[in-house]
């Protein structure tokens, strides 16, 4: 049975991984033709976002059918082919459900807008103001109200996200049910692993105005997530000891997290929370530039360590994803030490007690999209976002300059496979511009190269099977109030594991406050790492030390 604990997930945004068939898009063929690619990466498992029914308002995040692949991404037997070609090769499929929330061309919602009551009983409908307005003042993740007004019905209908995107009713069992069968559905394809969107979102609470902040309070860890939670377990993916699961987890808390990813809680598996990835936002608002907190991200990162550890949890541990900018622009260096800093960076993560997530091109150092003129961008959340600051007067310079470090887009550019036309993602005109630095930072040129930040992914993939502190060792902090290095410490039946990196781009002398003696450097992005009491660590240099 694959243990989670000492795997790797390689994340895969199908629209932009690879283009078999000349429009543009990328599609379930073109994973399948890359497993060769990802054998050789060493990933066990492969999370592709959503491929279902959809009208991609949201990239497939606004299913419209669950049941059925979207012909934009192929056919079932192309998906049957992939599964098939995966299990080969020892690499298991984990699918992305999006259960919080349908495409408003769900049958289901056109059921409920043409009068049916069983339907609309599926969704969360509620009677305007008498002033006509929302039902309450909570606010959309995507901007705006939270609230549409559905004519139709007379009533608003509840969208955390796009007003595309309709929040399910969780009180309904008959949702619950639907939901069972879904997974049940997907279970019986073979597929051993499931992400679940938003998922601690699903239990709201009271419907009240709330007069601190977005609404997220009434409805972020919810009153009943824990049982719903433990249902869908129960029902459908906890019959099978060898799925994995791992909740997205928006907003929540630690407190929640240790229910939701405890050994013997019968929920999840893991959890991703979202933290440490705010260290760069002003609060929880995302579009407002100022610099990464450097002593906040340890802070919380050690934090989270220690806490889901002392309460047996397990963490997905990551920087990037498809909503996230690219890890090195964000906190590494595109420039001169744009592969140090982006060994360093994974060197951080994948020496964390928890299952590493590896988003596509994140092995290659590839970076934020590098557009420059507004029509480049896609995304739903940074369309909207747009005009939002653009009605409060900024200018379209600084709405271009807030997307540029921001948008989710930059995660979203095509995979850069070769140097030539398109980053050999396409023969056709892609769904969006692919980075002109493809012609530097390609599989190609890195996939044979010892050097290359491929095959430093490579070998802390390989390291976390071949040594059991990484997946089992406990956590400790080093010197956690140093200005400029992250350093940690892993223990587990007398390997003793050493993460030393120094997170910036300027040389710093560290004094170790362990005793070195019989560490080895197990791993470095430098070539002649010499590890000393008192410690000359270049810019962004990684060691992962270890002792036996
Ligand atoms: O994301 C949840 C979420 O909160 C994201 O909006 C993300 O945190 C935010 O955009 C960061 O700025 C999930 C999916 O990963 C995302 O792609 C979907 O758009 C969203 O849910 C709605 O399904």
Same mark, same amino acid.
């Given at each position: 049975?694959?243990?989670?604990?000492?795997?790797?997930?390689?994340?895969?945004?199908?629209?932009?991984?690879?283009?078999?068939?000349?429009?543009?898009?990328?599609?379930?063929?073109?994973?399948?033709?890359?497993?060769?690619?990802?054998?050789?990466?060493?990933?066990?498992?492969?999370?592709?976002?959503?491929?279902?029914?959809?009208?991609?308002?949201?990239?497939?995040?606004?299913?419209?059918?669950?049941?059925?692949?979207?012909?934009?991404?192929?056919?079932?037997?192309?998906?049957?082919?992939?599964?098939?070609?995966?299990?080969?090769?020892?690499?298991?499929?984990?699918?992305?459900?999006?259960?919080?929330?349908?495409?408003?061309?769900?049958?289901?919602?056109?059921?409920?807008?043409?009068?049916?009551?069983?339907?609309?009983?599926?969704?969360?409908?509620?009677?305007?103001?008498?002033?006509?307005?929302?039902?309450?003042?909570?606010?959309?993740?995507?901007?705006?109200?939270?609230?549409?007004?559905?004519?139709?019905?007379?009533?608003?209908?509840?969208?955390?996200?796009?007003?595309?995107?309709?929040?399910?009713?969780?009180?309904?069992?008959?949702?619950?049910?639907?939901?069972?069968?879904?997974?049940?559905?997907?279970?019986?394809?073979?597929?051993?692993?499931?992400?679940?969107?938003?998922?601690?979102?699903?239990?709201?609470?009271?419907?009240?105005?709330?007069?601190?902040?977005?609404?997220?309070?009434?409805?972020?860890?919810?009153?009943?997530?824990?049982?719903?939670?433990?249902?869908?377990?129960?029902?459908?993916?906890?019959?099978?000891?060898?799925?994995?699961?791992?909740?997205?987890?928006?907003?929540?808390?630690?407190?929640?997290?240790?229910?939701?990813?405890?050994?013997?809680?019968?929920?999840?598996?893991?959890?991703?929370?979202?933290?440490?990835?705010?260290?760069?936002?002003?609060?929880?608002?995302?579009?407002?530039?100022?610099?990464?907190?450097?002593?906040?991200?340890?802070?919380?990162?050690?934090?989270?360590?220690?806490?889901?550890?002392?309460?047996?949890?397990?963490?997905?541990?990551?920087?990037?994803?498809?909503?996230?900018?690219?890890?090195?622009?964000?906190?590494?260096?595109?420039?001169?030490?744009?592969?140090?800093?982006?060994?360093?960076?994974?060197?951080?993560?994948?020496?964390?007690?928890?299952?590493?997530?590896?988003?596509?091109?994140?092995?290659?150092?590839?970076?934020?999209?590098?557009?420059? @003129? !507004?029509?480049?961008?896609? %995304? &739903?959340?940074?369309?909207?976002? #747009?005009?939002?600051?653009?009605? =409060?007067?900024? $200018?379209?310079?600084?709405?271009?300059?807030?997307?540029?470090?921001?948008?989710?887009?930059?995660?979203?550019?095509?995979?850069?496979?070769?140097?030539?036309?398109?980053?050999?993602?396409?023969?056709?005109?892609?769904?969006?511009?692919?980075?002109?630095?493809?012609?530097?930072?390609?599989?190609?040129?890195?996939?044979?190269?010892?050097?290359?930040?491929?095959?430093?992914?490579?070998?802390?993939? @390989? !390291?976390?099977?071949?040594? %059991? &502190?990484?997946?089992?060792?406990? #956590?400790?902090?080093?010197?956690? =109030?140093?200005? $400029?290095?992250?350093?940690?410490?892993?223990?587990?039946?007398?390997?003793?594991?050493?993460?030393?990196?120094?997170?910036?781009?300027?040389?710093?002398?560290?004094?170790?406050?362990?005793?070195?003696?019989?560490?080895?450097?197990?791993?470095?992005?430098?070539?002649?790492?010499?590890?000393?009491?008192?410690?000359?660590?270049?810019?962004?240099?990684?060691?992962?030390?270890?002792?036996?």
């Amino acid at each position: 049975m694959q243990d989670f604990k000492k795997s790797v997930v390689y994340q895969i945004y199908p629209k932009s991984f690879l283009d078999t068939n000349g429009d543009g898009l990328g599609e379930l063929r073109g994973v399948t033709q890359k497993l060769d690619y990802l054998k050789e990466l060493g990933v066990d498992y492969i999370w592709l976002t959503p491929f279902f029914v959809s009208p991609q308002n949201d990239n497939g995040y606004d299913v419209a059918d669950y049941r059925t692949i979207d012909p934009r991404y192929g056919t079932m037997e192309d998906f049957e082919e992939l599964a098939q070609q995966a299990n080969r090769r020892g690499i298991r499929l984990m699918l992305d459900m999006v259960f919080n929330h349908t495409s408003t061309e769900h049958i289901w919602f056109q059921k409920a807008l043409a009068g049916d009551p069983v339907y609309q009983d599926y969704y969360i409908f509620r009677p305007a103001r008498p002033d006509g307005s929302a039902p309450t003042n909570w606010q959309s993740k995507f901007g705006g109200s939270a609230w549409e007004y559905a004519p139709q019905v007379g009533k608003y209908y509840l969208h955390l996200f796009d007003k595309t995107q309709a929040d399910l009713n969780w009180e309904n069992p008959a949702v619950r049910r639907e939901v069972q069968q879904i997974v049940r559905f997907w279970m019986d394809k073979g597929v051993k692993g499931f992400r679940f969107d938003v998922v601690n979102l699903i239990s709201k609470g009271e419907y009240a105005d709330d007069d601190q902040g977005d609404g997220r309070r009434f409805y972020t860890d919810g009153p009943r997530i824990h049982e719903f939670l433990q249902e869908l377990n129960r029902e459908s993916f906890g019959q099978d000891p060898e799925i994995v699961t791992v909740g997205e987890m928006s907003s929540t808390s630690m407190e929640n997290c240790f229910r939701y990813a405890g050994a013997d809680c019968g929920e999840l598996s893991m959890v991703f929370s979202f933290h440490h990835l705010k260290v760069d936002f002003m609060g929880n608002e995302k579009w407002v530039i100022v610099p990464a907190d450097f002593g906040r991200l340890k802070e919380l990162l050690f934090s989270w360590q220690e806490g889901m550890a002392a309460h047996n949890a397990w963490n997905a541990v990551f920087w990037c994803n498809h909503d996230q900018p690219r890890v090195v622009s964000r906190f590494g260096d595109e420039g001169e030490y744009w592969k140090k800093s982006a060994k360093m960076l994974a060197g951080v993560i994948h020496g964390l007690r928890g299952t590493p997530y590896v988003y596509q091109g994140e092995e290659l150092g590839m970076t934020n999209a590098g557009f420059t @003129r !507004l029509e480049q961008y896609r %995304d &739903v959340e940074s369309l909207n976002h #747009f005009q939002i600051l653009r009605d =409060k007067g900024l $200018s379209e310079e600084s709405v271009y300059n807030i997307l540029k470090i921001h948008s989710r887009d930059n995660s979203r550019t095509p995979m850069q496979w070769t140097a030539g036309e398109n980053g050999g993602f396409t023969t056709g005109t892609p769904w969006i511009n692919v980075n002109p630095n493809t012609s530097r930072i390609n599989a190609a040129s890195q996939v044979e190269d010892p050097d290359s930040i491929f095959a430093y992914y490579k070998a802390l993939i @390989r !390291l976390r099977k071949e040594y %059991d &502190v990484f997946a089992y060792g406990d #956590f400790a902090p080093v010197d956690q =109030k140093h200005p $400029s290095v992250l350093a940690y410490r892993r223990e587990y039946k007398g390997q003793s594991l050493l993460c030393v990196n120094n997170f910036y781009r300027a040389g710093c002398r560290w004094h170790c406050p362990m005793l070195l003696e019989g560490y080895r450097v197990l791993l470095s992005n430098y070539s002649d790492s010499t590890p000393a009491a008192d410690w000359e660590l270049r810019p962004y240099e990684s060691v992962l030390l270890i002792r036996e």
